[in-house]
Every structure is written in C-alpha cells, then in structure tokens.
C-alpha cells in the first residue's frame, strides 16, 4: 500500500515538472480555492522546511498590465477541536477583466519594421 503511494507521488511530480517545461508563457497566473489548503516549501538561504495551513478562501494572483480582479465573499473554519476534523465554508466569487497586454511579439514586430497603427488593431481586439 506504501509503495503504490510512493509511485502515485511520483508520477504527480514528474507530471507537475514536465507540465512546467513544456507549457508555453502564462502572463496572467491565478488560483481560487474555498477550502483547506496545506503547503510544504523550502527556504533555501536557511536551509529549513515551511509548513502553512490556510483555511477559508485563498486566491493566488500573478498578472501582467491591465488586469482587474474582485474578489468578494466571506468564510468560517474551524482548526479542529475535541476529536473533530478541520473545517471551512463560504461564498463568494471571483470577477478577472484582462484588458491587452503588450507581449514581445509586439515588441519584436516593431523592431522588424511594423507600423504601429497596423499593431494597434490587433491589440484593440
């Protein structure tokens, strides 16, 4: 039973690391979760492990220019108690406007020779 766990860990992680590799570049990066969240980290100028147990709405955000995100919503846990196992609850939302974003493509094609009245209709889009 260990060594099927063992195999599934690390045919995530192999799949995780070949997933990064090989996605193209991901300008606007976010993750909402409503939940329980654990996170094991590494702080390498110390050489110690982190720990961090989060509970209630988590939102993770890495975005490029003219990005709006709302995020509205409330929530309740609890760390457990008398025998009984952690929880969390709640609602809400997540709004995200991607208004455009300069890439360098752009950039390049204007190097190459590109009018930027041509560029501009591309980025109106």
């Known amino acids: 039973m260990k060594t099927e766990l063992f195999y599934r860990v690390v045919i995530v992680f192999v799949a995780a690391i070949l997933m990064a590799l090989l996605v193209g570049c991901g ?12 996170e094991v980290g590494l702080i390498p100028e110390e050489y110690k492990l982190s720990a ?7 939102l993770s955000v890495c975005v490029r220019e003219n990005t709006e995100i709302e995020m509205q919503g409330a929530g309740s846990g609890s ?3 008398d025998e009984k196992q952690a929880g969390a ?15 360098g493509y ?20």
């Open 79 to 81: 760390a457990g108690t």
């Open 106 to 125: 752009y950039v390049d094609a204007l190097k190459a020779g590109a009018k930027p009245e041509d560029l501009k209709k591309h980025i109106e889009k």
């Open 52 to 58: 961090t147990f989060w509970y209630g709405k988590i």
């Open 89 to 103: 609850s709640g609602t809400g939302s997540v709004k995200v406007k991607v208004g455009p974003q300069i890439t």
């Open 27 to 38: 300008h606007n990066v976010i993750t909402y979760g409503d939940g329980i969240k654990a």
